[in-house]
């Protein structure tokens, strides 16, 4: 028993030096990568704008869904964006992040051929690497809360796109706690991703913005 316990103990370890290690890179490599403001900010053509629910489980709008309408919103009025491609999860016809995300992004004001549909983005991976390889973007500005964002650029920069990151305001209280705490595990696994050179679900024929 001593000598499981003793195991187990160093593999937790491990796993923890791990976990913090794999998200001080990520972090460090995001330095200067990321604005919650406009003002200053470089332009980009497209923005990328990551999917996530309308709604939550527990019923309500999503404040994940609600924060990144409005970052997008304030991007595109400030000129720093000319495209916004929203790529999302759309795994069955009950479920469409990137509809749903275009439906308020329009009544927001964007017009609705300035906005692009990526419906393959099941993970962050897939839609950063779809943005360059399907829609051929070198260069892109991803819109996000800050900790996502962080990882996108990493994912972003590991598969030659060059990525900044506009940050949506920050969910806090009880939902945001869980997020943040997956995004520990979450970040882990770029690098398992990366290692293991993951390609996305889908790629398919390229699509000209």
């Known amino acids: 028993m001593k000598k499981i316990t003793k195991v187990l103990g160093a593999l937790i ?4 030096i791990c976990v913090v290690t ?4 990520i972090e460090s490599n995001a330095k200067n990568k990321t604005y919650s403001a406009t003002k200053n900010m470089p332009t980009n053509k497209v923005g990328l704008l990551l999917g996530t629910a309308k709604w939550l489980k527990q019923g309500g709008i999503n404040p994940y869904f609600e924060y990144r309408i409005r970052a997008t919103v ?14 999302g999860d759309n795994g069955t016809q009950y479920y469409n992040e990137p509809s749903e995300f275009k439906k308020e992004l ?4 964007i017009p609705a051929e300035r906005i692009i549909l990526d419906y393959a983005g099941f993970r962050t991976l897939d839609s950063v690497v779809r943005a360059k390889e399907v829609f051929g ?26 990525a900044i990151g506009f940050n949506a305001k920050t969910v806090k209280g009880r939902n945001g706690l869980k997020t943040q705490l997956r995004e520990y595990f979450a970040r882990t696994k770029v690098f398992l991703d990366i290692l293991f050179q ?7 024929e390229k699509i000209s913005i």
């Open 22 to 25: 794999c998200n001080g890179i």
């Open 74 to 87: 304030a991007l595109f009025k400030a000129n720093k964006i000319e495209y916004v491609l929203v790529s």
């Open 106 to 109: 329009v009544k927001k004001g």
């Open 137 to 162: 973007q070198t260069s892109i500005t991803i819109i996000s809360q800050e900790f996502h964002n962080e990882r996108a650029i990493y994912l972003a920069e590991n598969h030659g796109l060059k």
């Open 13 to 16: 370890a491990l796993t923890l």
């Open 198 to 204: 993951v390609k996305p679900k889908f790629l398919g």
